[in-house]
């Protein structure tokens, strides 16, 4: 079992050029189900000796332990990836997960910040110091491009065209999309990155580590993460009493929340948003029908 799942790992990361963090799920996840499954199956463990009712098993012991739907789903969904791809292979013959399915999941509206919430949020950080304009800068550019946290910190200096206000974005999948930049993104990118040379730098002009090409760097010079961005936006919301709820992917959320409010084609939010799919994007329009119906009960007099 476990060569058959460095088989698979092996195929995600040069054959489909999955992320690392993709890579590093799906082994999670399998990992977690190979150990469950590998008792049952006997000696010695193959693939071939695994049974629809063994994973079935697993499904019922996933809910017994207490996941989240949300997790439940994912981990199951990663088995049936799996045996697909061993099917394919002919590792197996007859795929056992065939008919396994994940949890109904509930039906949740995206959470998005209205557009004077987003005024105030993306003028919360101060401008008189590197990192504030810095913050500044990596808000305007997540709202206006309607970017994955993991985009944003993803993003080279040489990926940005400030004449033409575009940025090239590796979504999910490495796959590359073109995202539009408004002009306050592209002012408060021009702000920072005149100081961004100064991150980084000991009180004598020293540079503490190498020079990355990242465009969004912390405090010693080396590129953000996600979780700093998580920590940066919960310092901003606390600050202006804005919704705590509100995350990185808010932002996201906000951006084609507000294009389809304003008559954007679904098809192009779907573009800027880089969904392969128009069912992803199509959420986005049950949140702007549910403010119509808001906005009908409490103004229609006979509603």
Known sequence: MEAALSEFLRYLALEKNSSEHTV??????????????????GEPAEMQRL???????YSAWLHDQGYAKTTIARRIASVRSWCR????????????????????????????LGTEALTQLVAAPSSDGPLGLRDQALLETAYSAGLRVSELVGLDISDIDMDAGTAIIRGKGRRERLAILGQPATDALKAWLAVRGSVGL????????????????????GRLTTRSVGRMLEKYLAQTGLDSRTS?????????????????????????????????????THVTTQRLQDSYQKAHPRA
């Open 51 to 57: 049974t629809p009712r063994q994973l079935r098993a």
């Open 24 to 41: 590093k799920s799906y082994r999670e996840d399998l990992t977690q189900a190979i150990e469950f499954l590998k008792p049952k199956l």
């Open 202 to 221: 000991t009180k004598e002009g020293v540079r503490r580590g190498p020079q990355h090409d990242a465009v969004f760097l912390n405090k010693h010079g």
């Open 85 to 112: 791809f061993l099917c394919r292979q002919g590792t197996l013959t007859a795929n056992p997960a065939e008919g396994l399915r994940g949890p109904r999941q509930d039906k949740k509206l995206p959470h998005f």
């Open 248 to 284: 990185p992917h808010s932002l996201r959320h906000s951006f084609a929340t507000h294009l389809l409010d304003n008559g954007a084609d679904i098809r192009g939010v779907q573009e800027l948003l880089g969904h392969r799919s128009l069912g992803t994007t199509q959420i986005y």
